[in-house]
């Protein structure tokens, strides 16, 4: 069974840098997709970026500040988030789509952003 399992989120100042890292393992297959959606309190869910395709996606809210990038060895994608503002604190989920699994989602990191 496919999981997936993140690290990297905790509390950081405005204008400060946090990693996530996100791992699938559980299958012989590579994800085809990966990358991280975030709920913020009483929000709904919302796609951050994302990887797989031609070129990697992001929401414009994180366009210039969060970069997303892929080890295939490792089965692992990561999220650089800088310039980081109160308004990126949420929940953060991973996500990967597996061939013959479909979409499996990780239990999520919280990433809180005050000063």
């Known amino acids: 069974q496919v999981q997936l399992v993140e690290s990297g989120g905790g509390l950081v100042q405005p204008g400060g840098s946090l990693r996530l890292s996100c791992a699938a393992s559980?299958?012989?297959?590579?994800?085809?997709?990966m990358g991280w959606y975030r709920q913020a309190l009483g929000k709904q869910r919302e796609l951050v970026a994302s990887?797989?395709?031609?070129?990697?996606n992001y929401a414009d809210s994180v366009k210039g500040r969060f970069t997303i990038s892929r080890d295939n060895a490792k089965n692992t994608v990561y999220l650089q988030m800088n310039s980081l503002k109160p308004e990126d604190t949420a929940l953060y989920y991973c996500?990967?789509?597996?061939?013959?699994?479909?979409?499996?989602w990780g239990q999520g990191t919280q990433v809180t952003v005050s000063s």
């Open positions: 990887i797989g395709g031609v070129a990697p």
């Open positions: 559980g299958s012989r297959f590579s994800p085809n997709f």
């Open positions: 996500y990967a789509i597996v061939p013959g699994s479909g979409t499996r």
